[in-house]
């Protein structure tokens, strides 16, 4: 490997230094990527993986530091991947990430939001209530690793703690380590997904071979001891299935709209629990729904948004691509007596025409919160709409995003065909100390 020095001008998408060889002639020449580096440091690295027009490498040398710099509070953070981010200061990892979703907005959409919003805070450790971490018995160690992958690898990461991982689940790392250990199949669970909510800390032990009399003994007083509820998934996760205590069940709150929200522990909820609360405050309020209104929540989940909306909407439809969430979600609507002002569909959102919006009415206000995928489909279909049907248009969109790279290529759909400004946009610091951008967009019909 080749060792080389190069000042870092700034940061990628993944955290990592960017820099330029300089050719002979002292101009900008190869791109690299190095990690650890941070903008304004000079630093040596070696190269790991090198292509024609870029190299990926780590440092080896600090020679100028950043004034940005912190000394990370995990003491596994120079192998294990669940951070990236924890040697940059915090408030400067949001500010990368504002830079990351303006960039994106004009190098892919062509587009400038007319106003940036201030970011969006919450707790930056303890803060993961889901995760799945992976699980393997090391034979040359003998023991069971329980966590995160390494950084650019398949392996599982040897730690003992966890930062972000709420101080409860953290210090249960090592005792469940040893349960797994201790198990007739502990070489038989590749993976523990956990799910934590208002008073219920669940895992779901992703199991390869039946339990053992004496395996589910020992699970139970695991359980018994640490307070966790074990569920088992023997195939997908639609085979996850509660084991021990079967009772209270998951759940999270939204306690500005007196919302209570059941969940399992296998269903997609946001990581960051206090900063959904944020979220959620913050997108209707931006969104600005009257009494008389009449809104559309995409992708709708199981409810997150769409059970607020409707204790302040005339209605809310929620529209969702899975049978079985649109059916859960009206579930949650009951259980917290909305149903008679929400109705849900199940749609493949991915797939929608403008002939589907017509079909579905006239909405005042329209919520949007896709997965990493987008919702190029429905910007496309809106500006179809533009066309035929403009009268049909919501006058408002907020678009929730956990990709700014394809919010950026909806908000150039959103702006150019369908006719919308991108009034407003600004980050969510949904995960502290990663380099995973949550941002939210205010798109006003002209």
Same mark, same amino acid.
């Given at each position: 490997?080749?060792?080389?020095?190069?000042?870092?001008?700034?940061?990628?998408?993944?955290?990592?230094?960017?820099?330029?060889?300089?050719?002979?002639?002292?101009?900008?020449?190869?791109?690299?990527?190095?990690?650890?580096?941070?903008?304004?440091?000079?630093?040596?690295?070696?190269?790991?993986?090198?292509?024609?027009?870029?190299?990926?490498?780590?440092?080896?040398?600090?020679?100028?530091?950043?004034?940005?710099?912190?000394?990370?509070?995990?003491?596994?953070?120079?192998?294990?991947?669940?951070?990236?981010?924890?040697?940059?200061?915090?408030?400067?990892?949001?500010?990368?990430?504002?830079?990351?979703?303006?960039?994106?907005?004009?190098?892919?959409?062509?587009?400038?939001?007319?106003?940036?919003?201030?970011?969006?805070?919450?707790?930056?450790?303890?803060?993961?209530?889901?995760?799945?971490?992976?699980?393997?018995?090391?034979?040359?160690?003998?023991?069971?690793?329980?966590?995160?992958?390494?950084?650019?690898?398949?392996?599982?990461?040897?730690?003992?703690?966890?930062?972000?991982?709420?101080?409860?689940?953290?210090?249960?790392?090592?005792?469940?380590?040893?349960?797994?250990?201790?198990?007739?199949?502990?070489?038989?669970?590749?993976?523990?997904?956990?799910?934590?909510?208002?008073?219920?800390?669940?895992?779901?032990?992703?199991?390869?071979?039946?339990?053992?009399?004496?395996?589910?003994?020992?699970?139970?007083?695991?359980?018994?001891?640490?307070?966790?509820?074990?569920?088992?998934?023997?195939?997908?996760?639609?085979?996850?299935?509660?084991?021990?205590?079967?009772?209270?069940?998951?759940?999270?709150?939204?306690?500005?709209?007196?919302?209570?929200?059941?969940?399992?522990?296998?269903?997609?909820?946001?990581?960051?629990?206090?900063?959904?609360?944020?979220?959620?405050? @913050?997108?209707? /309020?931006? &969104?600005?729904?009257? #009494?008389? +209104?009449?809104?559309?929540? %995409?992708?709708?989940? =199981? $409810?997150?948004?769409?059970?607020?909306?409707?204790?302040?909407?005339?209605?809310?439809?929620?529209?969702?691509?899975?049978?079985?969430?649109?059916?859960?979600?009206?579930?949650?609507?009951?259980?917290?007596?909305?149903?008679?002002?929400?109705?849900?569909?199940?749609?493949?959102?991915?797939?929608?025409?403008?002939?589907?919006?017509?079909?579905?009415? @006239?909405?005042? /206000?329209? &919520?949007?919160?896709? #997965?990493? +995928?987008?919702?190029?489909? %429905?910007?496309?279909? =809106? $500006?179809?709409?533009?066309?035929?049907?403009?009268?049909?248009?919501?006058?408002?969109?907020?678009?929730?995003?956990?990709?700014?790279?394809?919010?950026?290529?909806?908000?150039?759909?959103?702006?150019?065909?369908?006719?919308?400004?991108?009034?407003?946009?600004?980050?969510?610091?949904?995960?502290?100390?990663?380099?995973?951008?949550?941002?939210?967009?205010?798109?006003?019909?002209?």
């Amino acid at each position: 490997m080749q060792e080389n020095t190069i000042d870092i001008k700034s940061l990628d998408m993944d955290a990592r230094g960017v820099g330029h060889i300089e050719n002979e002639d002292g101009s900008p020449g190869k791109v690299v990527f190095v990690e650890g580096a941070l903008p304004g440091e000079r630093v040596s690295f070696e190269t790991f993986k090198k292509k024609k027009n870029w190299e990926a490498a780590r440092m080896t040398v600090l020679h100028r530091e950043s004034s940005m710099r912190v000394a990370p509070k995990c003491e596994h953070f120079d192998y294990c991947g669940g951070c990236s981010m924890q040697h940059l200061e915090a408030t400067a990892q949001v500010a990368i990430k504002q830079r990351v979703l303006e960039d994106n907005l004009w190098h892919i959409g062509k587009v400038h939001a007319d106003n940036i919003m201030r970011p969006m805070y919450g707790p930056t450790w303890g803060y993961r209530y889901r995760a799945r971490l992976s699980v393997r018995w090391v034979e040359k160690k003998g023991t069971v690793l329980v966590g995160f992958k390494e950084k650019r690898s398949v392996f599982v990461a040897d730690i003992k703690s966890c930062q972000i991982l709420p101080k409860h689940v953290s210090d249960m790392l090592l005792p469940l380590r040893a349960l797994i250990g201790s198990l007739t199949l502990f070489n038989q669970i590749p993976q523990i997904e956990l799910a934590i909510g208002e008073d219920v800390t669940a895992m779901v032990l992703r199991i390869m071979a039946p339990m053992t009399a004496d395996d589910e003994t020992k699970v139970k007083a695991f359980a018994d001891q640490y307070g966790v509820q074990f569920w088992l998934q023997t195939k997908g996760p639609e085979t996850a299935a509660p084991f021990y205590p079967l009772a209270p069940q998951l759940h999270y709150l939204l306690p500005e709209f007196g919302v209570r929200m059941p969940f399992k522990p296998v269903d997609f909820t946001q990581v960051n629990h206090h900063i959904n609360r944020v979220l959620v405050h @913050k997108a209707l /309020r931006l &969104l600005d729904v009257q #009494p008389q +209104d009449r809104v559309a929540d %995409l992708f709708c989940g =199981l $409810g997150n948004f769409t059970l607020p909306l409707a204790t302040l909407a005339r209605e809310v439809v929620g529209i969702e691509g899975s049978e079985t969430l649109t059916e859960r979600s009206l579930s949650n609507a009951k259980a917290n007596g909305l149903d008679g002002k929400t109705t849900f569909y199940n749609r493949n959102l991915f797939e929608v025409t403008a002939a589907d919006l017509v079909a579905l009415g @006239k909405f005042d /206000r329209m &919520l949007i919160d896709p #997965p990493r +995928d987008g919702a190029m489909a %429905l910007a496309l279909a =809106l $500006g179809e709409l533009r066309n035929t049907n403009p009268e049909l248009l919501p006058t408002r969109i907020v678009y929730v995003s956990c990709s700014p790279s394809t919010l950026a290529r909806d908000a150039n759909a959103l702006v150019n065909l369908a006719g919308y400004k991108l009034d407003k946009a600004g980050v969510v610091n949904m995960f502290p100390h990663t380099s995973h951008v949550e941002s939210m967009a205010v798109f006003d019909l002209t």
